[in-house]
């Protein structure tokens, strides 16, 4: 069956410094999108990407963040200078239809 | 702004249904029901989602009232890999410019299925 990739499993940063967290959607999904989970919070949505281009974001994606689908098969959010409050569970998912969406089993980002 | 409303936990003994509540007095009728679980530090997984017909696949059972205002989710053989936390979320649909809006996911219902 196939499934949603995400690389690193787990990712540790200085503040301050860029990070790129990768995924690798279903291979004919359409639709794209990062959430992220600060541990022991709610799962936050932050951003959805469609036809090349962000279809809609939320508050917390701010000028930090972006991100990119540089080929045909990877899905990248960058984080230009973390912060200490970046550190969360990031998950990455895709979706054929924009209806079901399959979610990826995440990046834990740490901060120092 | 929270459009579902779900108990904050319940236990189920394995082998039996269980049956997962929620509340969604506001609902458009734009808006479908989804169904998505979280097993421990794990990503979300989609379960099943409707619009105002009970709908049945492979994992689970969805009823929602004719009103629409709240819905069910049946398990109906729970195993201990059930065990999880369970979101019910509305999500906006538009048929004009066939898209979705996005899952806002809730608190959930902790579900610890027992032996």
């Known amino acids: 069956e196939p499934e949603v990739t995400q690389t690193p499993s787990h990712q540790v940063t200085q503040m301050g410094q860029e990070v790129i967290l990768r995924c690798v959607p279903i291979?004919?999904?359409?639709?794209f999108y990062w959430y992220r989970q600060i541990l022991g919070q709610k799962v936050e949505f932050l951003v959805s990407f469609y036809n090349n281009e962000i279809s809609e974001k939320s508050e917390i994606f701010d000028d930090q963040f972006s991100v990119e689908r540089p080929d045909g098969s990877n899905f990248t959010l960058k984080i230009r200078s973390t912060k200490l409050e970046d550190s969360a569970m990031y998950f990455c998912?895709?979706?054929?239809?924009?209806?079901?969406?399959?979610f990826g089993p995440g990046t834990r980002l740490t901060v120092t | 702004d929270a459009k579902t409303t779900q108990p904050p936990s319940m236990d189920c003994a394995e082998g039996r249904a269980a049956n997962l509540p929620c509340n969604h007095s506001t609902i458009s009728g734009n808006e479908y029901v989804y169904w998505y679980r979280q097993i421990h530090s794990q990503g979300p997984q989609y379960i099943i989602h409707?619009?105002?017909n009970n709908e049945t696949n492979e994992m689970a059972s969805l009823i929602i009232t004719e009103d629409r205002k709240s819905s069910t989710l049946i398990l109906p053989h729970a195993t201990l890999r059930d065990t999880a936390v369970y979101y019910c979320?509305?999500?906006?649909?538009?048929?004009?410019?066939?898209?979705?809006?996005?899952?806002?996911f809730g608190a959930g219902t902790q579900v610890v299925v027992t032996p």
């Open positions: 409707g619009l105002k």
């Open positions: 998912a895709s979706s054929l239809q924009g209806n079901e969406q399959y």
């Open positions: 979320i509305v999500r906006s649909f538009w048929g004009t410019t066939d898209s979705w809006g996005k899952l806002q």
């Open positions: 291979s004919n999904h359409l639709y």
